[in-house]
């Protein structure tokens, strides 16, 4: 599959939900891919990227930026506190705000740097104990209080478990949003982005289905 075979998925996925076309963004998970995939990617055109890990990041996307204007980078995998000041450094959005320590981190950091990028709050929306993300009865509190620290919330993002209906998560990850006025749903991946933007997807992470299988060190 290609970039094009995907964004015209997107686009009929779009005009089948009655959507405008466009108001989905397609992000690039190009984590663990090599530097050849990536840069045939951004030669195409595409620049919205997503990198699961601030180190990984750090080693890429620099470089990368030399080339090419206007990357939008996101951080779509777990942040720990010791990584934010690079992640802010590094990131146009971080999709991985789970707990108030890393929303007080953020808050501080931002404050001494004068720059935060957006942010989404990551909801367990299966309630799985080996996941990440506040769970659904405590998210309308967590978002009151990342919002009460000025920090830019722009929506929500999810993982469906595996083996459930994703579609069932990405409707209480919707419902959760229109409650509290967000208006970005980071949800939909490749075996599923098109459930996603019947939905409501603003966002949907892509990665093997663009750049072929990862290539794991």
Do not use: Y
């Not at 209480?172 to 509290?180: F, H, P």
């Not at 933007?197 to 892509?206: K, N, P, Q, S």
């Amino acid at each position: 599959m290609t970039l094009r075979d995907i964004t015209d998925r997107i686009a009929k996925a779009e005009t089948a939900a009655g959507r405008t076309l466009g108001s989905v963004s397609l992000i690039a998970v190009s984590k663990v891919q090599p530097n050849a995939r990536v840069a045939a990617v951004l030669e195409e055109g595409h620049r919205i990227f997503g990198e699961n890990k601030v180190q990984e990041a750090a080693g890429k996307w620099p470089d990368f930026r030399e080339q090419f204007d206007d990357i939008n980078l996101h951080l779509i995998g777990p942040l720990q506190t010791n990584k934010a000041r690079q992640a802010i450094e590094l990131a146009q959005c971080i999709h991985t705000v789970d707990r108030p320590k890393l929303a007080n981190t953020i808050a501080r950091l931002a404050q001494e740097m004068g720059e935060c990028p957006d942010l989404f709050i990551q909801v367990n929306t299966g309630e799985e104990e080996q996941k990440a993300g506040v769970l659904p009865a405590d998210a309308d509190g967590f978002i009151a209080e990342c919002q009460a620290l000025d920090l830019p919330v722009r929506g929500l993002m999810c993982i469906p478990p595996v083996d459930e209906e994703s579609a069932l998560h990405f409707a209480l990850l919707a419902k959760i949003a229109a409650r509290n006025g967000l208006a970005g749903l980071s949800m939909g991946m490749s075996s599923d982005f098109e459930k996603a933007i019947a939905l409501g997807a603003t966002h949907v992470r892509v990665g093997s289905a663009i750049f072929g299988d990862r290539v794991v060190k």
